[in-house]
């Protein structure tokens, strides 16, 4: 089970009950828009504001605890970053999947650091595939 009090702590922000439900729920790695976020917390907290998931999204993304996904619909997609990962997106149906990274992209971050004398905080990578196994079926 994911600390989420300690992921918040170790970025010196305050766990408030806003920023764990924010947590809690993208953790569920559904990849939600901020609406479907909003909707989301509402059932456990119904007078948190759109206003308040904003604010606390946007503080989250700024400490990168959490991450946007950019869509081909234009419309943002959230994840909470624990680990390095791929996200796979479908222009079809808009889904959106995690992959793990494997070594030969870990050894590409590598190079990357090397040649421009730079450490890489998160290498943030997006596949865009037209058709994915949940609308191929």
Do not use: W
């Not at 904003?54 to 624990?82: A, C, Q, S």
């Not at 971050?109 to 990578?125: P, Y």
């Amino acid at each position: 089970m994911v600390n989420f009090m300690n992921i918040l702590k170790e970025k010196n922000l305050k766990a408030t009950p806003q920023r764990i439900s924010v947590l809690k729920e993208l953790h569920k790695n559904e990849h939600p828009t901020i609406d479907g976020l909003y909707e989301a917390i509402k059932k456990d907290y119904p007078s948190i504001s759109l206003a308040t998931v904003y604010k606390n999204v946007h503080t989250l993304k700024e400490n990168g605890i959490i991450i946007e996904v950019n869509m081909p619909n234009g419309k943002m997609r959230y994840d909470i970053f624990t680990k390095p990962h791929i996200h796979i997106v479908c222009k079809n149906c808009n889904s959106v999947e995690d992959m793990d990274y494997d070594k030969q992209l870990c050894d590409y971050q590598k190079n990357l650091e090397a040649k421009g004398n730079i450490e890489i905080d998160r290498l943030d990578v997006i596949a865009t595939v037209e058709r994915c196994k949940h609308c191929s079926q």
